[in-house]
């Protein structure tokens, strides 16, 4: 049976693709699934340096769509998890490099071999998130709880729908307890009112995301980090478990420890 | 800041409209303006077709004079339909 090809996309930049598709990735891989990570972000390749993977690039999506080289030549095997693939993007091409058509191609290919095939597509609703959605049959889609990410991540619901990319599932990034507990900062259910979407998951503002990134080691390999356990559970519910979908235990500062600790609020 | 106004920080009940709330208006009203954008073209005939179906159950309408706009207007938008009617139909 041929594995699943999922997007992980945005419309606006910066909001966490990346970091989703690396740590998803790894969370899977643990899991003992064959995965395969596509960087589709011809041109500003990013997806190699989260990992840790940079040095050992030799070939890229590029070579593999022109044919300079085989597909199997372009995959680098992670050095912590030995079911985990990248196929990185070429760093001084751009995304006209490749055509839809070609993504189609690979895609399809690396679905023959592998359980996942996860594609990190780029800011942008032009060339490249064309690319790197050709040949996925499902969509995650990043979003962090501002008016602007929410406002793009409507626009692509309705570009995904009209590319026959059925029910995607949104991921909120980058969200800060304390401020949704003071009513500054929306949570899941207030983004849920507004799109016509169904949720996967919901990771923290984390600075251990930006210390395992220096360090190139993704975060859903950390068991004490709140965010890779977030991770961590996206990747089981892809597999098909029923987790309840709560944002793990926060530690947002004195003043929620305070707060606990006087019985003020539960959790 | 009065004792008062201390715990109700603590406690994250302030007075004031939580800014949550005015991020989640502005973003419906962004959304009906992003979204019509998209689709007026596909929608709006559609729309006036089955508007013409329900209308004439009722109503004898002159088809040809029918008018379906969006229109925006103080930061509301609106669904304008201008419908010239030639006559009532007899009870049902
Ligand atoms: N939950 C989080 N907590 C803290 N920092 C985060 C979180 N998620 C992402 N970041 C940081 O935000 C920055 C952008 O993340 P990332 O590169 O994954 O976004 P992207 O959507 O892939 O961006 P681009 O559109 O440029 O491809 C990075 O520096 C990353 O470390
Ligand atoms: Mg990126």
Redesign the interface.
């Known amino acids: 049976m041929a594995g699943r090809v999922i997007v992980i996309t945005s419309g606006k930049g910066g909001v966490g693709k990346t970091t989703t598709t690396a740590n998803v990735g790894m969370a899977l891989a643990q899991l003992g699934r064959r995965v395969v990570l596509i960087d589709a972000d011809i041109g500003l390749r990013n997806l190699d340096v989260v990992l840790g993977l940079e040095n050992r690039i030799v070939y890229d999506l590029v070579h593999v769509a022109e044919g300079s080289c085989r597909l199997r030549q372009a995959l680098i095997r992670d050095k912590r998890c030995d079911t985990l693939f990248l196929l990185p993007a070429a760093q001084t091409r751009d995304k006209e490099a490749v055509a839809p058509e070609q993504m189609r191609k690979i895609t399809a290919d690396l679905a023959e071999e592998f359980d996942y095939v996860l594609v990190d597509s780029p800011a942008g609703i032009e060339r490249g998130f064309k690319n790197a959605i050709a040949g996925a049959s499902e969509a995650l889609i990043v979003t962090t709880?501002?008016?602007s990410a929410?406002?793009d991540a409507?626009?692509i619901i309705?570009l995904l729908e009209a590319a026959e990319l059925h029910e995607p599932r949104l991921i909120l990034n980058r969200v800060r307890l304390d401020m949704?507990?003071?009513?500054?900062?929306?949570n899941m259910d207030?983004v849920l009112?507004?799109l016509a979407i169904k949720p996967i998951g919901i990771i923290p503002d984390d600075e251990s995301i930006i210390v395992s990134t220096n360090r190139g080691e993704p975060v859903a390999l950390d068991p004490h980090s709140r965010a890779g356990q977030a991770y961590r559970e996206i990747a089981r519910r892809l597999e098909g478990e029923d987790l309840p979908l709560v944002p793990p235990q926060a530690t947002d500062g004195w003043?929620g420890r305070?707060?606990r600790f006087i019985g003020?609020?539960s959790r | 800041m009065t004792v008062l106004q201390l715990l109700q920080r603590l406690w994250g009940k302030e007075s004031e409209r939580p800014s949550k709330e005015q991020a989640k208006e502005r973003l419906r009203l962004v959304l009906v303006h992003d979204r019509a954008g998209v689709t007026p073209d596909r929608v709006l005939p559609l729309l006036k077709d089955e508007l013409i179906a329900v209308i004439s159950k009722y109503m004898d309408i002159d088809e040809s004079g029918l008018d379906v706009t969006l229109s925006t207007e103080d930061s509301q938008m609106a669904l304008v339909a201008s419908i010239p009617i030639r006559g009532l139909r007899q009870r049902l």
């Not at chain 1, 949704?180 to 929306?186: F, L």
């Open positions: 709880p501002e008016v929410v406002r409507d626009r309705g949704v507990r003071r009513g500054d900062m929306m207030d009112e507004i003043i305070l707060r003020l609020q």
